[in-house]
């Protein structure tokens, strides 16, 4: 089974925003899946979009699979994965010379194509 896949590690937005995008589009045609994202206006959207475009171009390589290239319209989003990645550990003073702790989250983003015949 062919599957194409692309990762965006320690994009810098918390994995719980990007979900929400990636739920609305598991399972979608790609084509679909970028048409859907583009009018969603979160800042995720972008990032999951850059990243379905680079498993798209993995698809349509015919240097990485055996000569072959597949169309757009014939590739179905079987994996999108958010995983958290590492915090940034930011310190913030407060009242009485106590600190709160800010995490500035990442998450790792997994998309991955399968063409029609495949699934």
Known sequence: ????KAHYRNA????QKVRLLANLVRGMYADEALD?????????????????KSAIGN??????NDGRSHRIEELVLTDV?????PMLKRIRPRARGTAFMI??????IHVGLTPIDEV
């Open 1 to 4: 089974m062919a599957s194409f």
């Open 81 to 85: 994965r958010i995983d958290g990645g």
């Open 59 to 64: 698809a349509q390589d015919p240097d990485q």
């Open 12 to 15: 810098r937005i918390s994995a």
């Open 103 to 108: 995490k500035k989250r990442s998450s790792h």
């Open 36 to 52: 859907t994202l583009k009018f969603q206006p979160q800042r995720g959207a972008r990032m999951l979009e850059k990243c379905i």
